[in-house]
């Protein structure tokens, strides 16, 4: 099975190949965890986000055409299930989340700002940058994950999200900005933590 | 001299390998003059740096035990649909051999019956177009019986009224006669009385 490639072991699946899709399995599973971990920072939550991908994939193998990057179409799923996901629980708690807050209101209230003035240590610095990416709208995150932490392309990313390039260009930028100002309490631990290494 | 909004989309596109190769000049001579866009440089890598070093758990391996349970289940569920989609899109006859073997029989003694039917009426057929001719025949010989008789009854009516007339005139000729032998005998006795 490990000489096949992805959309080979798609068309096996798709005639009812299970070792087929228990290896499309094992070569992506901690990619989408990856992704869906990196989204909500909820470990629960990834791995029900996980499981439900691959599900959704194996429904849909009858469905699936190999028309472009298998990849491609799998993020895709995971992206589609977390915004719905998203949608439900927003729904449910009739209250705006954080990651849909204002822009202006998420660049204007930093990270754990209370703790701005105490020293910071590298576990907590690593936790307010994960707490940053959470306060980061679904848009940005999305691309600011795929882009950034999937190593995905422009193109890739913008196939994935459905939007054109120039989109996740800009929302690109748009994210960088925001963490920076989210980090900026920690703007001088930020700068000791990775000091030398330019 | 590009903006430092210009700059900053440059730079994340070129940091992501996205860029072109000619805002590589632009985005030099910027950077030389901006302490923002420069802190904005560092910052980007920086967070990369961070992003990369946050410990990132792996997946519990009771997830992929669960979702293969739940495939190989839906699989079995799968192959019968898929056998029955496929046994009922079969011709009823395969679906049921038995009903193929009596089928079978059937046309089969449906053929021979129908076959022996066809030989009997084609005799039959044979026998009546015989009798037809027969009869036919019986016909022609009984239509010159009657023409026969006919030319003979005329024949008969011929001669019965020649007779007829014949005697009408012997009557004719009698009375004549007798008229002429009573017209005669006064005279002759005039004669032998003078």
């Given amino acids: ?186 703007k001088d631990e930020f700068s000791g933590e990775s000091g030398g290494t330019e | 001299m590009i903006s430092c909004d210009a700059c900053q989309e440059k730079l994340v596109a070129a940091f992501d390998k996205e860029g072109r190769k000619e805002d590589e000049q632009l985005i030099s001579s910027h950077l030389k003059d901006c302490c923002e866009c420069r802190a904005f440089y560092q910052d980007m890598v920086r967070l990369r740096q961070q992003l990369v070093s946050v410990p990132m758990p792996s997946l519990s391996p009771t997830v992929g035990q669960e979702l293969m349970r739940i495939t190989h289940t839906d699989s079995l569920r799968s192959n019968r649909r898929g056998y029955d989609k496929n046994r009922s899109r079969q011709p009823l006859l395969l679906r049921f051999p038995r009903l193929a073997w009596a089928s079978g029989v059937a046309a089969a003694l449906l053929l021979v019956s129908s076959w022996l039917a066809c030989y009997a009426l084609t005799q039959k057929v044979g026998d009546l177009k015989q009798q037809l001719q027969a009869s036919r025949q019986e016909l022609a010989v009984a239509r010159q019986d009657l023409a026969v008789a006919r030319a003979e009854e005329q024949r008969k009516e011929d001669r019965d009224r020649e007779q007829k007339a014949i005697t009408a005139l012997y009557l004719r000729m009698a009375e004549l006669e007798e008229r002429v032998e009573r017209s005669s005998s006064p005279r002759m006795a005039f004669f032998q009385r003078n």
């Fill in chain 1, 1 to 186: 099975m490990g000489t096949y490639t992805d959309e080979e072991l798609m068309g096996l699946a798709q005639k009812q190949d299970i070792s087929a899709f228990e290896e499309l399995f094992r070569r992506y599973e901690q990619r989408i965890f990856a992704f869906f971990w990196r989204l909500s920072a909820n470990r629960q939550e990834a791995e029900d986000g996980t499981q439900e991908t691959f599900l959704r994939l194996w429904k849909a193998r009858v469905r699936y055409e190999p028309t472009g990057r298998f990849s491609t179409y799998l993020f895709q799923i995971a992206k589609n299930h977390f915004l719905h996901e998203r949608q439900k629980r927003d729904r449910r708690m009739d209250s705006p989340q954080p990651s849909a807050r204002d822009p202006a209101e998420l660049s204007s209230e930093p990270a754990s700002s209370d703790r701005a003035d105490s020293p910071v240590l590298a576990g907590e610095l690593q936790a307010a940058v994960t707490e940053a990416m959470a306060r980061l709208p679904e848009t940005l995150r999305l691309v600011y994950v795929l882009t950034e932490q999937e190593g995905m392309s422009y193109k890739q990313a913008a196939e994935i999200l459905d939007c054109p390039v120039g989109t996740v260009s800009s929302r690109k930028v748009q994210a960088v900005r925001k963490l920076r100002g989210l980090l900026q309490p920690f």
